[in-house]
């Protein structure tokens, strides 16, 4: 009796909610209808993976590796890791108008920032702006937590791992090298801007520091960043914010600036350009490989071919589902006669 009780005690109540005996829709599947219903939606994928692979295609997309592995790159002496301070010119020709606006990126090859312990170390309390964690280093940020018995801020490897390399482009017209200006307001995510990371609350923003160290491979502190709008420095600079985001696959390219005003807001014109750059981050040791990327968009995006054929082949695929289940249907629906 009593195990009864307590059985009775554990079912659910007698309700249509709880018995599932709420209305319902049942359809009733039939071939009338599974069978135009793979043509609609064979026709609708094909429709769009169209659409997405013509207009992939149109987007203007240059790629220049400047690594220095090949002795007859132009930044061959830059990779060598004992010389400091080195630049080198990437020089390259446009046969037609690079239409606009651009996008400059920057790209890494065989860099695994989704690696668990590089993707851990760093302090969420101390990007905010904690004044009270400000220089009490997490432990998930070892082994830069600190130099010289001084905490280092920002600390973690992700931080101290922050891309470095700086860009000019150069128009070359009759001769004379006219510089393309570069847009690096808003190149990062709304959201990390403006919520997840946050300076401390400290008039002038250097008085943070006191006390502390700049990261080991950063050759300024987080308050000099940008040395031309002091508004765009600390844990909300543009170019930390970008670098923090960390990338999902080892070959990735992270935004660095756009080409939106002056006389370049429509693009580039054909003609002959160079790319001055300052080689600073080392990428050899790990067998990694550095380029730069322009590009332009369109309504879809940048480019990118594969979303385009994977709707053809889903598409297509639902075509051909809805041929053999039509040949089956016929052939059993009606059987031939003796």
């Not at 709420?22 to 219903?37: E, N, R």
């Amino acid at each position: 009796m009593v195990k009864e009780e307590k059985e009775l005690a554990n079912r659910p109540d007698n309700t249509a909610y709880t018995q599932q005996r709420l209305p319902a829709w049942q359809p009733m599947l039939s071939a009338g209808i599974v069978i135009p219903g793979f043509v609609i939606i064979g026709l609708a994928f094909i429709g769009i993976g169209v659409a997405l692979f013509v207009t992939s295609q149109s987007i203007q997309v240059l790629e220049l590796d400047y690594t220095g592995v090949e002795q007859t790159s132009p930044c061959f002496k830059c990779s060598d890791p004992n010389v400091e301070n080195c630049k080198c010119n990437l020089d390259f020709d446009l046969d037609k108008l690079f239409e606009g606006p651009l996008f400059f990126y920057y790209g890494l090859s065989n860099y695994f920032q989704n690696q668990r312990k590089y993707g851990v170390s760093k302090d969420d309390d101390q990007l905010t702006g904690d004044l009270d964690n400000f220089k009490t280093p997490s432990e998930s940020c070892f082994p830069y937590r600190y130099d010289k018995n001084k905490p280092i801020v920002p600390c973690g490897s992700v931080a101290n791992s922050m891309f470095n390399d700086t860009f000019k482009l150069f128009h070359i017209v009759q001769g004379k090298r006219k510089e393309v200006q570069f847009d690096g307001k808003g190149i990062a995510w709304w959201t990390d801007y403006n919520i997840k990371y946050r300076n401390p609350s400290v008039t002038p923003l250097k008085n943070a520091f006191n006390g502390t160290v700049k990261p080991l491979f950063w050759p300024r502190p987080a308050y000099e960043l940008d040395t031309k709008d002091p508004a765009n420095n600390g844990f909300i600079n543009q170019d930390f914010l970008v670098w923090m985001r960390r990338a999902a696959l080892p070959d990735f390219r992270k935004l660095y600036r756009r080409i939106t005003d002056g006389d370049y807001a429509k693009g580039l014109p054909a003609g002959n350009y160079s790319l001055e750059i300052a080689y600073n981050y080392p990428v050899l040791s790990f067998d990694g490989r550095k380029k730069v990327v322009l590009s332009n968009v369109s309504w879809m995006g940048g480019k990118n071919e594969f979303l385009g054929i994977a709707y053809l082949v889903i598409g297509s695929l639902c075509i051909f589902m809805s041929l053999v289940m039509l040949i089956v249907y016929a052939k059993f629906k009606f059987p031939e006669e003796d």
